[in-house]
């Protein structure tokens, strides 16, 4: 079906940068909204920005000015730039897409997390 991958993650200084990556691949048809999530230790996951297919973004509060997400449609890959992080942002951060697919020759869709990738900001 549909498989969201991402990379990127990893250890940073406090104020420091990372570019996360994912990238669905499979029998796609169109990618819909995509978006990042992350989860603290014990914490629920929220919200931290997604775009739709013809490039409007939103942000949640915190990471406004910050971070940026952006989009290759063609190799149905989002990114997202994180820039001047904080501990406080130190989580597991996923990909999440709405997807339409083909499967056994009808049109289905759905919505696909990727496995996680995580990111650690030292104080």
């Known amino acids: 079906q549909v498989q969201l991958v991402e990379s990127g993650g990893g250890l940073v200084h406090a104020g420091g940068s990372l570019r996360l990556s994912c990238a669905a691949s499979?029998?796609?048809?169109?990618?819909?909204?995509m978006g990042w999530y992350r989860q603290a230790p014990g914490k629920e996951r929220d919200l931290v920005t997604t775009?739709?297919?013809?490039?409007?973004?939103n942000y949640a509060d915190s990471v406004k000015g910050r971070f940026t997400i952006s989009r290759d449609n063609a190799k149905n890959t989002v990114y997202l730039q994180m820039n001047s992080l904080r501990p406080e942002e130190t989580a597991v951060y996923y990909c999440?897409?709405?997807?339409?697919?083909?499967?056994?020759?009808?049109?289905?869709?759905?919505?696909?997390w990727g496995q996680g990738t995580q990111v650690t900001v030292s104080s």
């Open positions: 999440n897409a709405e997807v339409e697919y083909y499967s056994n020759g009808y049109w289905r869709k759905s919505n696909y």
């Open positions: 499979g029998s796609i048809i169109r990618i819909n909204v």
């Open positions: 775009i739709t297919s013809s490039g409007t973004t």
